[in-house]
Nanobody, 113 residues
């Protein structure tokens, strides 16, 4: 139901934009967003947009990352600027549904220092 894309290899300080295509209406979900998982670590929240539209960010990405959505296209985006080595992770698109949560396949983001 969720298809993520846009990962890649960049140098520190550069930018990437991740995209997530949802198969249904993203407003049917309580929230959509992005998580990431670094090697050896648990999956962690990066950014979310609740149905109402306000945004939430992890402290580590506040001011550098921007989450947005295109309701007409059922798309969720994560614009990542000023990337750091420590942003290297597999990024997952996420949606909180009425009954269960949904995850897209991960997309690898690698930042070289």
């Amino acid at each position: 139901q969720l298809q993520a894309s846009g990962g890649g290899l960049v140098q520190a300080g550069e930018s990437l934009r991740l995209s997530c295509a949802a198969s249904g209406n993203i407003l049917d979900y309580y929230a959509v967003g992005w998580y990431r998982q670094k090697p050896g670590n648990q999956r962690e929240l990066v950014a979310t947009i609740p149905r109402g539209g306000s945004t939430n960010y992890a402290d580590s990405v506040q001011g550098r990352f921007t989450i947005s959505r295109d309701i007409a296209k059922n798309m969720v985006y994560l614009q990542m600027n000023s990337l750091k080595f420590e942003d290297t992770a597999v990024y997952y698109c996420y949606a909180r549904g009425v009954i269960s949560d949904y995850w897209g396949q991960g997309t690898q983001v690698t930042v070289s220092s």
